[in-house]
Every structure is written in C-alpha cells, then in structure tokens.
C-alpha cells in the first residue's frame, strides 16, 4: 500500500518552552515534512531564541536548515517573556549544543527558498510573533500562491494575557500579524480561547517521563518547569499554547473550529494587538480565518504522551 504523502510545513517560532513541544509534536508525525525551521523574536532576544531552536532541533532530530529571524518586530520596539520562560528563553533541563551550523540565508529568504522549490504548497507553523511571516509575504508576493495555509498560534477572542485585550505573541508585532490576517490566505488561528485549555497536569508529566526515553524526559522537565510559573497564577497544570497550533493541523477532529472575521487591533491605548472577532458578521466581512475554540483535553494529552515515544532509541549528547 503506498504511503500517504507528507505535507511540507515551515517552523517559525521563538522557542520558549511550549514553541519546542510543538517542535517535538510536529518532528513526531508522520504526516509532516519539516522543511525549514526559522527563529523570531519574542519569548527572549533573537539571538537567544535562535540558540535555542538549534538546540532543540539537536535534540528532535531535525535535520531542516535553521535560519536566523528579523530581530525585532516591523515597528515597534521588541518585548520579550523572560519571566515566563527564563533568562535563556528556555530553561531547565540540559540540551545539546547543536553542532551543525545556522543558514547562511535570513529566515525571509529560506521561506521564500523552501516554497520555491518545494513542489506542493507549505504550510507555515507560526508560534511566535509573525514578523517573520509578514515580511516574507511583503518581500515576495509572488509566492502566496506556494502557500497552503497559516497556522497561528496568537491571539484570543475572549481576552490577553500580556494586557487585558492582547496576546503576548500578537501584541509583540501587531503590524505583523495585521498584514498576515489580511493576507487573504488560509489562516488556522489557535488563540487563547483554546489554548488556555491546553492544560497537562502533573500526573501527566509522569505519564510523559515514564516513556523513559531523553526526550520524554526533557519534555516532562519543560512541563514542571513551565507549570512553576502559571501554578502561582492559580493554574492547575501548564498550558501548552503553541502545540495547538500543529495539534490542530494533524487532528482537527478534537478540536471544535469555526469561521469568522478577525481583526488585529494596531491602535488604541488599551487595546493595541487585540484580536477582535466578528462571529456573527456584523462587520459584513467575509472570515478571513477558521478560529480554534475548544478542544478535548485527555486527547490531546493522549497526542503528546504518544508522540514522546516516536523518540525511543535517540540519544544525543548534553
């Protein structure tokens, strides 16, 4: 029986703990072909996000060429989340160096290599600030049609978490995202609204480290670590945002999606890189995205322990 074939995907994120589970997560389908993976700014400074989606590549086994992202947003002055994820944007556990070296190309430039050569359309995983996305789509116009779709993890309907309208990942460039939600391409948005159900408790950080393989492991110290801060903000376990954006991609099914207007906010005192809905069409504008609004939590837990064992047998040194 031939193999369903592979869709080709790009990574772009600022790993930060939740951007290298959804690493880990899309490494582990079958269903993907990773064919770049390109660092933003965000979670920390792009040279340290850049450092560390090289260590977690070392680490997965992905072998994509890895490129250097703009390092700060389009127009506004950079923020970054080291209260949440570290001085190092991803601490914790011990990760390999990585070995081999960084595209000589920008982040812009290996995009617009990797849909020009690939023969069917890509998706791009976005899970950091879409500066990255934005200026590929302003630099080469001529390649929206190599694109499938847009998976963002950014934004919420309902509320921030960086101020009381804003997601830290839309309000770090809210021109960006403006320009990509308008890009009239596929969006698959994956906001607040459904990630802050994305919960995995302590129970299942064990199940995940008594897989017993290096990166069970490292994802379940990921996972405590992650949960030290939410727990003080009364959490019961860590919420692990940006794998929904992949989950949603692979398993459609646990997760409930509906179409709607979504406008990005880039004014405004108070609400600057909010993401405004529109359910019910009163703006009269076509949906411009397929909005990601609940999900069915014990399977998607299911999702992550499984994809951890993928890893049996790979070793790397630390």
Not at 78 to 103: W, Y
Not at 107 to 127: H, Q
Request: overall charge negative.
């Amino acid at each position: 029986m031939k193999s369903p074939k592979k869709r080709p995907v790009i990574l772009d994120g600022d790993p930060g703990h939740d951007d290298a589970m959804a690493w880990m997560l899309a490494q582990a389908s079958p269903e993907l072909d990773i064919l770049a993976v390109t660092s933003a700014a965000g979670n920390q400074t792009i040279e340290k996000t850049t450092f560390n989606a090289r260590r977690v590549c070392a680490l997965l086994g992905i072998t994509a060429p890895i490129a250097m992202g703009l390092p700060k947003p389009l127009l506004c002055d950079p923020i970054t989340a080291g209260n949440i994820h570290g001085q190092t944007g991803l601490d914790g556990p011990s990760l390999p160096r990585p070995e081999d070296p960084l595209s000589p190309l920008s982040a812009v430039e290996l995009m617009a290599k990797a849909l020009r050569e690939s023969p069917d359309p890509v998706t791009i995983i976005a899970t950091g600030p879409e500066t990255n996305v934005a200026a590929l789509l302003l630099s080469h116009p001529e390649l929206k049609s190599k694109i499938a779709q847009i998976s963002v993890m950014g934004g919420g309907l309902g509320f921030g978490n960086w101020t009381p309208a804003a997601e830290f990942n839309i309000l770090a460039d809210p021109e960006a995202a403006e320009i990509v939600f308008s890009s009239g391409l596929p969006l698959l948005m994956s906001g607040l609204d459904v990630t802050e159900q994305a919960l995995i408790f302590p129970e299942d950080f064990e199940r995940i480290r008594a897989v017993g393989n290096q990166v069970a492991g490292v994802v379940a110290d990921w996972l405590e670590f992650f949960f030290k801060f939410h727990r003080d903000l009364g959490y019961q376990g860590a919420p692990v945002h940006d794998a929904v954006a992949v989950a949603a991609l692979l398993h459609p099914e646990l997760f409930t999606i509906q179409e709607m207007y979504v406008g990005i906010e880039t004014g405004g005192e108070y609400c600057r890189g909010a993401t405004v809905g529109d359910p019910q069409g009163k703006l009269h504008r076509a949906p411009n995205a397929r909005c990601v609004l609940n999900l069915q939590r014990e399977k998607f837990v299911d999702l992550m322990a499984e994809a951890v064992k993928t890893y049996d047998g790979r070793e790397v040194a630390v």
